[in-house]
Each structure stands twice: as C-alpha cells, then as structure tokens.
C-alpha cells in the first residue's frame, strides 16, 4: 500500500513543490489549501486528491479530519502553511498582522497537529510491519536569528518551532518521527510578495543578484527525503540557506567567486 501524505500550504511554493515530488516518488498525496483554483490545478498536474480548508478555522480543520478518518490512513503530516507579512518594526508594527502570522504559522500548525496525531497513531497501529508516522513542519531561519523589520514573523516561527520541540518530548517512546526544517531565503513566487502586500518591486528586490537562491523544489527534495529515510532515523532540524546567505544578516549579492591570493 502507498505512504500517504498530508501538505498543508499546498496551493503554491514550497507546499505545490512538495506535492509534486511526492507524487513522482508514489505517495498518495492529499494537497490542502485555501485556493479551490489552485488546488485543481495541482490535482489536474500531479494526480494529488485535494481539499479545500483553511487552517486558521477549527471547524474546517475538524472537516478535514473527518475526510482523512473516512478515506484511508495518515502516515506523514507536512505542516507547510504559513507566511509573513510586512517588515515594521516592533513600535509601528501592526496588531492584526501580528495577529495573522501567530494564527497561520502557530495557532494553525497547532489546530492540525491535535485534528490529525490520532489518525496518524491508528496508521501505525494498523500496520504489519515495523515503521512509524511522521511530522514534518517547515519553520524559518527567523525562529532562531531576529533582523529588525521581521519582529513578528521571528516571534511567530519561534513560537512555532518551540510547539515541534516540546511536541517531540511529548511523543517520545512513540514511533512518531517529528522534523523541523528551517530555511533561509527561498525565492518562491508568493511569499515576498505577500509580506510587501503585493507589491511586486519591493518583492523582486529581495532577491535581486543573489547568486542562486533557493527554490521551493530544493526544500520538497529535503522535506521528501527526511521522510523517506528508515523509520528510527530521525532529522530533528535542518537548517538550509543558500550558499550567498552565509547568516541571516549576511547576504552576498553578485556572482560567487573564489578569493584570489
């Protein structure tokens, strides 16, 4: 039977990447997003089943348990969804978009976390063989190193990278394997442009010359590969940036070369 597969933040970058490979490697894949459009696009590419929630709503989230307990096991959650949005600062910073980034990347990991560990329990429980059930959660960089114009993005993939450690104490003596990945800087077609409020100049210029940002295909390779390694192999965090983006603060822009004498 297929490894099946649940991806949060489905509908583009990272999460539509991560969707894809799993699908070219034979998992059985069921992509979740707000964006009903994007999603049948997805399904219409891949082969992925699809279903539309948003994970900021306890009832959609209690919607989207009940269709994974009807149509077969859960064995891998990929807690992809989150964002960020704006780049003020800690006193000009808006409530309601500090808000907004605690409810997707923290609030909203959280909701699926509780909705989905039970199914992923019974996956176990129900299979002949030895193997377990994964979590994997894509966090950030900015959980462990703050920059001034991200205060609220930093204190929510904080919060939400401590949730997955405390959560790893708590399934300790379980065959649940809980991974953290956090990247650097990911060129990928929405997340800047969300955080500069669609402002496409603003985007671009975050990643102008940089020699070989990452792409959101580099993180699914990751998120694919972590869950493809034996069972009792655990990567806690991976901490992934581009070769130009030696720190959080340290961003080479133009071609890499090799110093000279």
């Given at each position: 039977m297929p490894q099946r597969a649940v991806v949060t933040g489905a509908?583009?970058?990272i999460g539509a990447a991560t969707v894809e490979l799993l699908r070219d490697r034979g998992w059985d894949v069921l992509a979740v997003a707000r964006r009903a459009d994007r999603l049948k696009e997805l399904a219409e590419r891949t082969g992925a089943d699809t279903f539309v929630a948003d994970i900021t709503d306890d009832a959609a989230v209690a919607e989207l348990r009940d269709h994974l307990a009807a149509t077969g096991p859960v064995h891998t959650l990929i807690n992809n969804a989150g964002g960020a949005i704006g780049v003020d600062s800690v006193e000009a910073g808006s409530i309601e978009s500090w808000r907004?980034?605690?409810?997707v990347n923290v609030l909203g990991t959280k909701r699926v976390v509780s909705?989905?560990?039970?199914?992923?329990?019974?996956?176990?429980?129900?299979?002949?063989s030895t193997g377990g059930a994964d979590i994997v959660t894509v966090t950030s960089t900015a959980a462990r190193t703050p920059y001034e114009g991200g205060a609220g993005y930093?204190?929510?993939?904080a919060a939400e990278s401590m949730l997955v450690q405390v959560l790893r104490l708590e399934l300790a003596g379980e065959p649940i394997r809980v991974v953290e990945i956090a990247p650097g800087m990911v060129h990928t077609e929405?997340?800047?442009?969300?955080?500069?409020?669609?402002d496409q100049s603003k985007a671009d210029a975050v990643y102008a010359d940089v020699d070989h940002p990452l792409v959101a295909a580099d993180?699914?390779?990751?998120?694919?590969d972590s869950v493809e390694l034996p069972w009792h192999v655990d990567l806690d965090l991976i901490t992934v940036r581009p070769v130009a983006q030696a720190a959080q603060h340290k961003l080479i822009r133009g071609k890499l070369q090799v110093k000279q004498g």
């Open positions: 509908s583009s970058g907004s980034m605690f409810e909705a989905l560990l039970p199914l992923l329990r019974q996956s176990v429980a129900d299979r002949d930093n204190a929510a993939k929405e997340f800047s442009l969300g955080r500069f409020g669609g993180i699914a390779r990751l998120i694919v």
